[in-house]
């Protein structure tokens, strides 16, 4: 006999458990199946993000950026001092301490909510009725469970090179390049995306030597220009060594490093030797195994599920959510979902505007952005007026030692309506928040500009590059 809830929930990442919660909140019985294992062998919710992702890498982003200020910019400061160590072992111990701490809040969460964790895989086998049946296996003897409403959020996973074997020490992706127990004297990068450039970072200012190979021939071919200029020009003043436009040949791992053959953007081969290299190549969704078929879904060629604009697959009661699905693989796009789905299932009608959803890359300086860039209003004729205003006019910056980087506001030519916000900034992250929020009340850039912001702080930038747009900055 199968145990029967509500809800099931597959997978425990920030999509799934999020989920999980805001059904259990709306007076749902629900149940979330997640099999992770961390590396003591216990198991843990969160998934990718919380375990080997989001939280990790900012933690070690924080931890190496203390150290890089400290050894090298304190002194602007009139702070001296004469040697800086590095404890590598405690760095990491403090990293893994704040993913235990996050990950065993989520089963406080659970048990708050009288939410079942199913341990282990979760796979369809069926439907009864209107009962869809899963299996959970994996931990002991296979659990049968059933629910009339299933959300599937099993996330993703890192995308390997073909033929290239991943053994996390020599060869890495994100999960292993978060517990290297050494700084590589010469790092390598393949891929200089989100992920590849917050982990070369990371190991940059802890000392490696950090060479990042992009086959695309643009750099950050998704942000804005202005921003994806100014980010080159500052990442590569830093020391990271970005070269675009590279076709990878064989990758040969030895005794005590890598070998990486590649040719150039003008053809010219060449031969990198890293002490260590991280493969950043993007994610691909977690559906293996799932048993879709025998629900009446499948996969796209890419392995995404199918579904509608609020999640709904074509089974009736499935949804997907996350990473699994269309759109940006953001662990806060797939929470929305979450929210957005078991409001959904409680009868109500939420809604999720995609456009109004940010972007943030964890370098230093942050970079982040919300809605239309610059070349996609150009690309689609829509009128546009820009106003742009930088950090290094601003005294909160200045005294922060963080003068690089700037706000643009890009708002519509005729009705003033905000249409995307850029950021390059050391705390764009927080910041970008202020853009989104006006763009879901489809605000202007005049009613940006009215708003008081506090002085001194690095939001009075968002007012001053929304008065640029009138060319009315005070500032500047």
């Known amino acids: 006999m199968a145990d029967q809830f509500d809800v099931v929930v597959i997978g425990a990442g920030p999509a799934g458990y999020i989920a999980a919660i805001r059904a259990a909140q709306l007076g749902f019985k629900v149940a979330c199946v997640e099999k992770w294992r961390n590396p003591k062998g216990e198991l843990a919710l969160g998934g990718t993000c919380l375990n080997v992702g989001c939280i990790p890498s900012k933690a070690l982003l924080a931890s190496s950026e203390s150290y890089d200020e400290a050894k090298h910019h304190l002194g602007d400061h009139g702070i001296e001092i004469k040697e800086v160590g590095l404890d590598i072992g405690k760095m990491l111990a403090r990293k893994d301490g704040i993913v235990s701490k996050m990950t065993k809040g989520i089963e406080f969460l659970f048990r708050k909510n009288k939410i079942t964790w199913l341990k282990g895989h979760g796979r369809f086998t069926g439907k009864q009725g209107e009962q869809y049946l899963l299996e959970i296996s994996g931990e002991g003897e296979p659990q049968a469970v059933s629910a009339a409403k299933v959300i599937i959020a099993t996330g993703s996973k890192a995308r390997h090179l073909p033929g290239v074997a991943v053994d996390q020490t020599l060869i890495a992706d994100n999960e292993g390049a978060l517990s290297f127990e050494t700084v590589p004297k010469r790092l390598g990068v393949i891929g200089a995306g989100v992920i590849g450039l917050e982990l070369g970072s990371v190991w940059r200012r802890l000392g490696a030597e950090v060479t990042v190979l992009e086959a695309l021939p643009g750099f950050l071919a998704a942000c804005d220009e202005s921003v994806s200029k100014e980010a080159w ?62 629900i009446g879904l499948g996969i796209d060629a890419r392995g995404f599920i199918e579904v509608d604009d609020h999640c709904a697959t074509k089974a009736p009661g499935v949804y997907a959510i996350g990473d699994v699905v269309r759109g940006p693989m953001l662990a806060h796009k797939g929470e929305d979902e979450g929210v957005m789905v078991a409001e959904i299932l409680a009868g109500q009608k939420p809604h999720i505007d995609y456009n109004c959803i940010p972007w943030v890359i964890y370098t230093s300086p942050e970079i982040a952005w919300v809605g239309a860039t610059e070349q996609q209003l150009k690309a689609s004729g829509r009128e546009y007026r820009a106003g742009q205003f930088p950090f290094a006019a601003n005294g909160r910056a200045l005294g922060m030692n963080s003068p690089e980087g700037f706000v643009k506001v890009l708002a519509d030519a005729k009705t003033d309506e905000v249409l995307g916000v850029h950021i390059v900034c050391s705390a764009a992250s927080d910041l970008i928040a202020e853009a989104a929020v006006a763009m879901e009340f489809k605000a202007s850039s005049e009613d940006i500009a009215r708003i008081c912001h506090p002085h001194p702080s690095l939001s009075e930038v968002m007012r001053e590059a929304a008065l640029a747009v009138d060319k009315r900055a005070l500032n500047m």
């Open 233 to 294: 020009k500052l990442f590569t003043k830093q020391g990271l060594d970005i070269q675009l436009g590279v076709k990878i040949g064989a990758i040969t791992p030895g005794k005590t490093g890598v070998k990486i053959a590649y040719d150039d953007a003008q053809g010219a081969a060449h031969t990198l030797q890293v002490d260590r290299l991280i493969v950043s190549i993007g994610r691909i969704p977690n559906t293996d195994n799932l048993n879709l078929e025998a």
